[in-house]
């Protein structure tokens, strides 16, 4: 398997020095890379792999993931992250894809917590974490159809407006929240386009396109990873992996985004 | 067979009861849970770096949720907690070296904190390029802040200007309650001579940012 991720990557530098050359070649190159990204996405990849992972029986209990309930039923995965975050009974909590594939990755396989939540973010230019690949392929299972999370139980409601004060959070050594990047439209740090997401639009692309490639960083990342990069630019401590502070802002911004279209992998710079 | 079919039902009309109750909590409720999590949340190599998660008065009034618009008494108050914040170089001197400040200008690195680390280098970049177009033809500067180019032919080097640009590098909350803009020498994030650096670097007729 590494000898085949070995030659993904090989064929993924190849692409991406292609694109590089077309790229200062043109007049508009910021508009052509987007387009060839969108249209090739290596992301694509990491799918096949998320589904191994996901069917393998691994772990100590040497259990697939067949078993893990999304929310739809056991081993239902059709649709199930449209509805995340949502809350589950059996953990009394409210609950990302992410802290969800935990849970069941710790329960029915038997992992290690702490061994997972290491290695959940991978290296850049590394060949992906277990974690990545399986956020990626559970979500491809929702491609096509539109997010529709709802608020119904209290924990959601709690959830939902701990998210809306955390998104108006300022602190730090930039006295920054998430709402001073992400509060207006057409604003960038430097070329980086920053998305806006007190408006509708713009929250439905966030809650789409996660988890993406990130050509950056040659690997796939997810919501968990893209939160606490930004604390990290943000000079806060380091998020933890799967926190409520993570759940509340994702499910802040998932029922916002409502009605959008899932199409993953996600491309990002 | 029937007992138990009563009793689910009774158990889905108390869930349904529940579901229909279930309701926004009120702002002090939600204050209280989300600050809870950011207390447990967050970790760090020294304890003393997860003080930076802990809000001053001036970052609480500034975090306004959506529209809610700051009183004229809080953005008061702001300006007056700023106002107390600067403070001066030792020398006095409020216009330094614009090369340096070139330099901490396009500089966005520092004190981030990865995989346990803490990014401690000679000094914190200045993050000015993050946000705001510098010198004329710059291409890669962001947009959240206004335009710096020519910032210093607009509004030339006098004393009264460089102190007014030294003041809103250091607490941009004093001349903007709760812009977006960092509160760069009052955080600690830029020392007062890394602030005259800027100054100089907005103001010399010599640096980049005033060619045309």
């Known amino acids: 398997m590494p000898t085949t991720r070995g030659g993904i990557a090989a064929i993924l530098f190849a692409c991406l ?96 917590r702490d061994d997972i939540v ?90 789409s396109t996660w988890p993406a490639y990130r050509g950056a960083h040659f690997v796939v990342r997810t919501m968990q990873w893209r939160l606490y990069d930004c604390f990290w630019q943000m000079r806060l401590p380091e998020l933890k992996y799967a926190s409520d502070t993570s759940i509340a802002l994702t499910t802040y911004l998932h029922y916002q985004g409502n009605g959008a279209v899932i199409k993953v992998p996600g491309f990002k710079r | 067979m029937g007992k138990a079919c009563l009793k689910w039902t009774m158990l889905g009309s108390l869930a349904l009861v529940f579901a229909g109750c279930a309701t926004y909590p009120d702002p002090a409720t939600t204050r209280q849970t989300a600050e809870k999590m950011v207390s447990e949340d967050f970790s760090a190599p020294e304890p003393t770096l997860l003080k930076r998660l802990v809000q001053d008065k001036s970052q609480q009034i500034c975090s306004k949720i959506g529209d809610a618009k700051l009183t004229q008494e809080e953005a008061a108050e702001v300006v007056k907690l700023a106002r107390a914040s600067i ?56 947009n959240v802040g206004p335009s710096l180019t020519g910032y210093g032919l607009q509004r030339g080097n006098s004393e009264a200007i460089a102190k007014l640009t030294y003041e809103r590098i250091y607490n941009a909350w004093a001349y903007s309650p709760c812009s977006n803009m960092p509160r760069l020498g009052a955080t600690r994030h830029l020392t007062p001579e890394q602030v005259t650096h800027m100054v100089a670097y907005l103001l010399d007729p010599q640096s980049p940012i005033n060619k045309r």
Not at chain 1, 91 to 107: A, G, H, P
Request: include cysteine; charged fraction near 25%.
């Open chain 1, 17 to 112: 020095a292609a694109w590089g050359a077309a790229l200062a070649q043109s007049d508009d190159p910021l508009g052509v890379g987007r387009k060839m990204l969108a249209e090739d996405n290596p992301g694509e990849l990491w799918i096949e792999q998320g589904k191994t992972l996901f069917y393998q029986k691994r772990g100590p209990k040497n259990a697939s993931l067949e078993q893990c309930d999304f929310g739809m039923g056991p081993g239902k995965l059709d649709g199930a992250t449209a509805r995340l975050p949502r809350y589950f009974p059996d953990t009394d909590r409210v609950q990302d894809l992410e802290s969800r594939l935990l849970t069941c990755m710790v329960q029915l396989q038997g992992f290690n």
């Open chain 1, 118 to 207: 290491k290695r959940a973010i991978s290296p850049g230019g590394s060949n992906g974490s277990d974690v990545e690949a399986l956020a990626l392929y559970i979500t491809s299972r929702s491609n096509g159809m539109k997010m529709n999370v709802s608020l119904s139980h209290q924990k959601e409601h709690e959830m939902f407006k701990a998210g809306e004060y955390l998104f108006f959070r300022r602190s730090g050594q930039t006295d920054f929240a998430c709402v001073q990047c992400h509060g207006e439209a057409n604003k960038r740090i430097r070329l980086q386009d920053l998305i806006h997401m007190t408006d509708k639009k713009g929250v439905q692309e966030v809650v």
């Open chain 2, 87 to 142: 403070q001066y170089p030792a020398s006095g001197k409020l216009v330094g070296d614009w090369k340096a400040g070139d330099k901490l200008a396009h500089d966005g690195a520092g004190d981030r904190i990865q995989g346990g680390r803490l990014e401690k280098l000679k000094e914190n970049g200045g993050l000015c390029q993050n946000c705001h177009a510098l010198a004329p033809g710059e291409i890669n500067v962001g």
